[in-house]
């Protein structure tokens, strides 16, 4: 994909409203990770079997946290 200027603007843009809306929520209390995959894997299957699912192997810890 070729980046043009409108583009790299438009990427600054988003970059620093992530930041912002990072910086609000940490200031609040909350914890902001990015999900790995196999993170994510483990979310998407613990979500398919309706939390029926062994915590005991499992990346995303959602549950834990909750």
Same mark, same amino acid.
């Given at each position: 994909? *070729?980046?043009?200027?409108?583009?790299? /603007?438009?990427? @600054?843009?988003?970059e620093?409203?992530?930041q #912002? @809306?990072? #910086?609000?929520?940490w200031?609040?209390?909350? /914890?902001?990770? #990015?999900?790995?995959? @196999?993170?994510?894997?483990?979310?998407? *299957?613990?979500?398919?079997?309706?939390?029926?699912?062994?915590?005991?192997?499992?990346?995303?810890?959602?549950?834990? /946290?909750?």
């Amino acid at each position: 994909m *070729e980046y043009t200027m409108e583009n790299k /603007v438009n990427n @600054a843009i988003l970059e620093e409203k992530i930041q #912002k @809306a990072k #910086k609000l929520l940490w200031e609040n209390g909350y /914890v902001i990770i #990015k999900l790995t995959k @196999a993170m994510k894997d483990d979310f998407d *299957e613990c979500d398919r079997l309706e939390g029926d699912k062994d915590c005991s192997s499992c990346s995303c810890s959602i549950c834990i /946290v909750e």
